[in-house]
């Protein structure tokens, strides 16, 4: 009984030991993305890992084609990285992704140019570390619009409105500088007058 107990306890303690040699990969993403139809988007993915980062794999797929109604039986391939970067040489993708991630930064985003509307659905990122290579796979809702929605024209007219707000105030401070400096060369310029007219003539009575 006792030796059961003993035995018990010592694969309980390896089991832990293995459990923390081998960490889950936390993998971070934007959720939703949206842009507009003709324009380019970046796909963010980023991740952590407790291991080195010399046999990072980075995978993107997308399961299904909202767009066409269209469910594909197996993953579309998208995007692989292994030591580099593997674009798609065919498809639908074809010359349409570019590498935007830095793996020793541990990012692994991608950018997708002009994207089109059969391009909206869910991609599935997924970065492995052998043997970091348990966790939940990142997932990005990428919706292709016509145009920008409400939000994003607000946020755009915000920073419109700020760039010229700056530029503004920019131009009133060199103005007003402008006008302190001469209002000072004025005041120097009387000043020096001043005396010049209180002197007399010696020989006057």
């Not at 980023?46 to 084609?65: H, M, V």
């Not at 391009?119 to 990428?142: A, F, R, W």
Request: net charge positive; aromatic share 8%.
């Amino acid at each position: 009984m006792a030796i059961g107990k003993v035995w018990a306890t010592l694969s309980s303690l390896q089991l832990l030991a293995l459990q923390k040699d081998v960490s889950g990969m936390r993998i971070y993403t934007s959720e939703e993305v949206e842009a507009v139809n003709g324009t380019d988007v970046r796909l963010r993915c980023t991740f952590e890992s407790s291991r080195g980062l010399s046999l990072i794999t980075s995978d993107y797929s997308l399961p299904s084609l909202p767009y066409l109604n269209v469910t594909t039986n197996f993953l579309l391939q998208v995007f692989y990285y292994q030591r580099k970067p593997f674009l798609p040489q065919e498809g639908l993708f074809r010359k349409c992704i570019s590498w935007a991630g830095d793996i020793m930064g541990s990012d692994a985003s991608i950018i997708i140019r002009e994207v089109k509307f059969i391009y909206n659905g869910t991609y599935i990122c997924q970065v492995k570390n052998p043997p970091d290579v348990h966790g939940p796979d990142g997932e990005i809702k990428l919706r292709v619009v016509e145009t920008a929605s409400f939000s994003g024209l607000l946020l755009l007219a915000f920073a419109i409105a700020a760039a010229i707000s700056g530029i503004v105030i920019l131009l009133l401070i060199i103005a007003s500088c402008r006008r302190c400096k001469r209002r000072r060369q004025r005041e120097l310029e009387g000043n020096e007058e001043a005396p010049r007219k209180e002197r007399k003539d010696p020989t006057a009575w």
